[in-house]
Protein backbone atom coordinates (compact mmCIF):
# COMPACT_ATOMS: atom_id res chain seq x y z
CA UNK A 1 0.00 0.00 0.00
CA UNK A 2 0.70 4.09 -0.65
CA UNK A 3 0.14 6.97 0.26
CA UNK A 4 -1.82 9.20 -2.58
CA UNK A 5 1.22 11.71 -2.03
CA UNK A 6 4.47 11.78 -1.42
CA UNK A 7 6.05 14.36 0.52
CA UNK A 8 10.30 14.69 0.22
CA UNK A 9 12.62 16.70 2.70
CA UNK A 10 16.04 17.25 1.67
CA UNK A 11 18.76 16.55 3.74
CA UNK A 12 21.39 18.55 2.25
CA UNK A 13 21.61 21.66 -0.17
CA UNK A 14 22.96 19.22 -2.72
CA UNK A 15 21.63 15.59 -2.56
CA UNK A 16 19.69 13.32 -0.55
CA UNK A 17 16.04 13.52 0.86
CA UNK A 18 13.63 12.09 3.01
CA UNK A 19 10.81 10.09 1.50
CA UNK A 20 7.82 10.42 3.55
CA UNK A 21 4.52 9.14 2.49
CA UNK A 22 5.52 5.74 1.21
CA UNK A 23 5.75 2.22 1.64
CA UNK A 24 7.94 0.15 -0.24
CA UNK A 25 6.12 -3.38 0.84
CA UNK A 26 2.95 -4.74 -0.75
CA UNK A 27 1.92 -2.98 -4.20
CA UNK A 28 3.41 -0.01 -5.74
CA UNK A 29 1.48 2.07 -8.11
CA UNK A 30 2.88 2.92 -11.46
CA UNK A 31 2.77 6.46 -10.42
CA UNK A 32 4.48 6.08 -7.16
CA UNK A 33 7.34 3.79 -8.44
CA UNK A 34 7.98 6.38 -11.27
CA UNK A 35 7.95 9.29 -8.53
CA UNK A 36 10.40 7.60 -7.09
CA UNK A 37 12.84 6.58 -9.68
CA UNK A 38 12.55 10.30 -10.60
CA UNK A 39 13.62 11.36 -6.64
CA UNK A 40 16.36 8.72 -6.88
CA UNK A 41 17.95 10.18 -9.90
CA UNK A 42 17.55 13.85 -8.60
CA UNK A 43 19.00 13.41 -4.62
CA UNK A 44 20.91 10.15 -4.83
CA UNK A 45 20.58 8.99 -1.58
CA UNK A 46 16.68 8.60 -0.64
CA UNK A 47 15.99 7.51 2.82
CA UNK A 48 12.83 5.94 3.83
CA UNK A 49 12.16 5.74 7.85
CA UNK A 50 9.63 3.19 9.42
CA UNK A 51 9.46 0.32 6.73
CA UNK A 52 8.62 -2.91 7.37
CA UNK A 53 10.09 -4.84 4.68
CA UNK A 54 9.92 -8.96 4.72
CA UNK A 55 13.32 -10.30 2.50
CA UNK A 56 10.36 -10.15 -0.10
CA UNK A 57 9.24 -6.63 0.09
CA UNK A 58 13.01 -5.93 -0.39
CA UNK A 59 13.79 -8.05 -3.41
CA UNK A 60 10.72 -7.20 -4.87
CA UNK A 61 11.08 -3.05 -4.51
CA UNK A 62 14.75 -3.45 -5.55
CA UNK A 63 13.94 -5.18 -8.69
CA UNK A 64 11.61 -2.49 -9.39
CA UNK A 65 14.28 -0.28 -9.62
CA UNK A 66 16.68 -2.51 -11.98
CA UNK A 67 17.92 -5.85 -12.54
CA UNK A 68 19.90 -7.57 -8.80
CA UNK A 69 22.60 -8.54 -8.60
CA UNK A 70 24.08 -11.72 -7.04
CA UNK A 71 27.36 -10.73 -5.06
CA UNK A 72 30.28 -12.69 -5.55
CA UNK A 73 30.76 -13.28 -1.89
CA UNK A 74 28.62 -16.39 -1.85
CA UNK A 75 29.35 -17.02 2.31
CA UNK A 76 27.79 -14.21 3.09
CA UNK A 77 24.39 -14.13 1.13
CA UNK A 78 21.28 -14.44 2.75
CA UNK A 79 20.18 -18.81 3.35
CA UNK A 80 16.74 -17.77 1.85
CA UNK A 81 17.15 -15.03 -0.53
CA UNK A 82 20.70 -14.97 -2.02
CA UNK A 83 19.79 -11.11 -3.49
CA UNK A 84 20.48 -10.02 -0.10
CA UNK A 85 24.14 -9.29 0.91
CA UNK A 86 24.18 -9.78 4.60
CA UNK A 87 26.09 -6.34 6.47
CA UNK A 88 26.52 -7.73 10.16
CA UNK A 89 29.24 -8.53 12.69
CA UNK A 90 26.77 -11.59 13.56
CA UNK A 91 29.36 -14.75 13.57
CA UNK A 92 27.50 -18.28 13.26
CA UNK A 93 30.18 -21.12 14.58
CA UNK A 94 32.70 -18.69 14.53
CA UNK A 95 32.57 -17.29 11.25
CA UNK A 96 31.46 -13.68 10.08
CA UNK A 97 27.63 -14.32 7.97
CA UNK A 98 27.80 -11.39 6.31
CA UNK A 99 30.46 -8.40 4.89
CA UNK A 100 32.39 -5.49 6.75
CA UNK A 101 32.10 -6.96 10.29
CA UNK A 102 33.96 -4.88 12.41
CA UNK A 103 34.94 -1.18 12.66
CA UNK A 104 35.05 1.76 10.21
CA UNK A 105 34.94 1.21 6.84
CA UNK A 106 36.32 3.95 4.13
CA UNK A 107 35.29 5.44 1.28
CA UNK A 108 34.25 3.26 -1.55
CA UNK A 109 31.98 2.74 -4.35
CA UNK A 110 29.84 -0.88 -4.27
CA UNK A 111 31.42 -3.15 -6.78
CA UNK A 112 33.35 0.01 -8.69
CA UNK A 113 35.84 -3.44 -9.39
CA UNK A 114 33.60 -5.38 -11.93
CA UNK A 115 33.18 -4.71 -15.52
CA UNK A 116 29.04 -3.20 -15.45
CA UNK A 117 29.17 -1.96 -12.20
CA UNK A 118 25.90 -1.72 -9.61
CA UNK A 119 23.65 1.32 -10.65
CA UNK A 120 22.10 1.26 -6.70
CA UNK A 121 21.84 -0.31 -3.50
CA UNK A 122 18.81 -0.75 -0.81
CA UNK A 123 20.39 -1.17 2.61
CA UNK A 124 17.52 -2.02 5.16
CA UNK A 125 18.39 -2.08 8.60
CA UNK A 126 17.09 -4.79 10.62
CA UNK A 127 19.46 -4.69 13.80
CA UNK A 128 21.32 -1.37 15.15
CA UNK A 129 23.82 -0.94 17.79
CA UNK A 130 22.98 1.89 20.39
CA UNK A 131 25.40 4.32 19.37
CA UNK A 132 27.59 4.48 16.16
CA UNK A 133 27.73 2.46 12.99
CA UNK A 134 26.56 5.60 11.14
CA UNK A 135 26.94 5.14 7.35
CA UNK A 136 28.70 9.04 5.25
CA UNK A 137 27.51 9.57 1.74
CA UNK A 138 29.15 11.63 -0.46
CA UNK A 139 28.21 13.55 -3.80
CA UNK A 140 30.14 12.74 -6.37
CA UNK A 141 28.15 15.09 -9.20
CA UNK A 142 28.63 18.41 -7.06
CA UNK A 143 32.55 17.35 -6.31
CA UNK A 144 33.33 17.21 -9.65
CA UNK A 145 31.29 19.78 -11.23
CA UNK A 146 33.45 22.22 -8.01
CA UNK A 147 37.10 20.39 -9.33
CA UNK A 148 39.81 22.61 -9.39
CA UNK A 149 40.49 23.43 -12.59
CA UNK A 150 43.87 21.55 -12.32
CA UNK A 151 42.16 18.93 -11.50
CA UNK A 152 39.95 18.69 -13.98
CA UNK A 153 42.44 18.82 -16.87
CA UNK A 154 43.86 15.75 -15.31
CA UNK A 155 40.74 13.56 -14.70
CA UNK A 156 38.80 14.41 -17.86
CA UNK A 157 39.40 11.67 -19.87
CA UNK A 158 41.56 9.59 -18.10
CA UNK A 159 41.03 5.81 -16.60
CA UNK A 160 41.76 4.45 -13.19
CA UNK A 161 42.70 0.93 -11.61
CA UNK A 162 40.14 -0.32 -9.49
CA UNK A 163 40.84 -3.17 -7.11
CA UNK A 164 38.94 -5.02 -5.20
CA UNK A 165 41.75 -7.34 -4.07
CA UNK A 166 42.98 -3.91 -2.58
CA UNK A 167 39.98 -3.17 -0.59
CA UNK A 168 39.65 -7.12 0.43
CA UNK A 169 43.13 -6.20 1.90
CA UNK A 170 42.47 -3.43 3.82
CA UNK A 171 39.56 -4.68 5.45
CA UNK A 172 41.18 -8.42 6.09
CA UNK A 173 38.28 -10.14 4.11
CA UNK A 174 39.88 -12.11 1.91
CA UNK A 175 38.36 -13.73 -1.04
CA UNK A 176 38.62 -17.14 -1.46
CA UNK A 177 40.87 -18.11 -5.22
CA UNK A 178 37.48 -18.11 -7.25
CA UNK A 179 36.20 -14.96 -6.07
CA UNK A 180 40.14 -13.30 -6.58
CA UNK A 181 39.92 -14.36 -10.00
CA UNK A 182 36.65 -13.43 -10.72
CA UNK A 183 37.03 -9.95 -9.63
CA UNK A 184 40.53 -8.88 -11.50
CA UNK A 185 41.72 -4.87 -11.17
CA UNK A 186 40.22 -3.20 -13.81
CA UNK A 187 40.15 0.06 -15.67
CA UNK A 188 37.27 2.46 -15.43
CA UNK A 189 37.14 6.15 -16.15
CA UNK A 190 37.65 8.81 -13.33
CA UNK A 191 34.42 10.78 -14.48
CA UNK A 192 31.58 8.25 -14.86
CA UNK A 193 28.67 9.49 -16.94
CA UNK A 194 25.05 8.64 -15.59
CA UNK A 195 23.24 6.16 -18.12
CA UNK A 196 19.70 7.57 -17.12
CA UNK A 197 20.88 11.44 -16.35
CA UNK A 198 24.03 11.85 -18.33
CA UNK A 199 25.26 13.47 -15.59
CA UNK A 200 29.08 13.58 -14.39
CA UNK A 201 30.81 12.21 -11.78
CA UNK A 202 33.72 11.52 -9.90
CA UNK A 203 34.33 7.79 -9.83
CA UNK A 204 37.12 7.05 -7.71
CA UNK A 205 37.41 6.16 -3.79
CA UNK A 206 40.16 5.55 -1.51
CA UNK A 207 39.01 1.57 -0.82
CA UNK A 208 39.79 0.28 -4.30
CA UNK A 209 41.15 3.07 -6.36
CA UNK A 210 44.30 2.38 -6.71
CA UNK A 211 46.51 4.08 -9.75
CA UNK A 212 45.30 6.38 -12.75
CA UNK A 213 46.58 5.02 -15.73
CA UNK A 214 48.99 6.82 -17.96
CA UNK A 215 50.82 8.73 -15.08
CA UNK A 216 54.13 7.89 -13.06
CA UNK A 217 53.57 6.36 -10.00
CA UNK A 218 54.72 9.18 -7.59
CA UNK A 219 52.39 11.72 -9.85
CA UNK A 220 49.64 9.09 -9.39
CA UNK A 221 49.41 8.92 -5.88
CA UNK A 222 49.62 12.82 -5.33
CA UNK A 223 46.84 13.29 -7.65
CA UNK A 224 44.65 10.59 -6.10
CA UNK A 225 45.70 11.88 -2.65
CA UNK A 226 44.40 15.65 -3.47
CA UNK A 227 41.43 14.22 -5.10
CA UNK A 228 40.58 11.48 -2.05
CA UNK A 229 40.87 15.01 0.02
CA UNK A 230 38.48 16.86 -2.38
CA UNK A 231 35.92 14.32 -2.36
CA UNK A 232 35.32 13.62 1.52
CA UNK A 233 35.14 17.66 2.24
CA UNK A 234 31.87 18.59 4.33
CA UNK A 235 30.38 20.41 1.96
CA UNK A 236 29.81 17.01 -0.05
CA UNK A 237 28.93 14.60 2.82
CA UNK A 238 25.25 14.04 4.58
CA UNK A 239 25.88 11.75 7.81
CA UNK A 240 22.54 8.76 8.20
CA UNK A 241 22.54 7.98 11.92
CA UNK A 242 20.31 4.04 11.73
CA UNK A 243 17.07 3.90 13.08
CA UNK A 244 15.30 0.47 13.21
CA UNK A 245 13.03 -0.06 9.78
CA UNK A 246 15.61 2.42 7.92
CA UNK A 247 15.83 1.91 4.18
CA UNK A 248 18.28 3.89 2.20
CA UNK A 249 18.29 3.65 -1.38
CA UNK A 250 21.48 5.42 -3.21
CA UNK A 251 22.82 5.95 -6.81
CA UNK A 252 26.13 3.87 -7.30
CA UNK A 253 27.02 5.87 -10.18
CA UNK A 254 27.30 8.74 -8.19
CA UNK A 255 27.60 8.77 -3.97
CA UNK A 256 30.18 6.94 -2.72
CA UNK A 257 29.83 5.92 1.26
CA UNK A 258 31.78 4.68 4.29
CA UNK A 259 30.55 3.52 7.87
CA UNK A 260 31.13 4.46 11.25
CA UNK A 261 32.84 2.45 13.93
CA UNK A 262 30.36 0.99 16.36
CA UNK A 263 30.69 -1.26 19.52
CA UNK A 264 31.40 -5.18 18.29
CA UNK A 265 29.66 -6.15 21.72
CA UNK A 266 26.15 -5.06 19.90
CA UNK A 267 24.82 -6.66 16.67
CA UNK A 268 24.47 -4.69 13.89
CA UNK A 269 22.53 -6.32 11.00
CA UNK A 270 21.53 -4.79 7.54
CA UNK A 271 20.37 -6.44 4.10
CA UNK A 272 21.18 -5.09 0.89
CA UNK A 273 20.21 -5.65 -2.78
CA UNK A 274 22.51 -4.97 -5.14
CA UNK A 275 20.70 -3.12 -8.46
CA UNK A 276 22.36 -2.90 -12.10
CA UNK A 277 21.22 -0.67 -15.51
CA UNK A 278 18.52 -2.09 -17.02
CA UNK A 279 19.89 -4.10 -20.03
CA UNK A 280 19.00 -1.03 -22.51
CA UNK A 281 21.56 1.42 -20.43
CA UNK A 282 23.78 -1.17 -19.21
CA UNK A 283 27.01 0.40 -20.94
CA UNK A 284 27.98 1.71 -17.45
CA UNK A 285 30.36 4.85 -18.99
Same mark, same amino acid.
Given at each position: ?94 ? %????? @? ?5 ? +??? =? $?????? !? *? ?17 ? %????? @? ?5 ? +??? =? $?????? !? *? ?124
Amino acid at each position: MVAKALEVRPLTETFGAEVLGVTLSGEISPDTLAEIKALWLRYGVLLFRGQAMTKDDQVGFSRLIGPLEIHIRAEWLNDTHPELLQITNIRKDGK %AIGAL @ADGEVGW +HFD =Q $IYLPKP !A *IGSLLYSIKIPPVGGGTHF %ADMTT @AYARLPQ +HLR =Q $IVDGRN !A *IQSYVAFNTMYSTDANATQTTMTPDIAHPLVRTHPYSGRRALYICPGMTVKICGLPDDESRAVLDELFAWQARDEFVYRHDWALGDGLLWDNACTMHRRDDFDGAHERLMYRTTILPQPDRAIPF
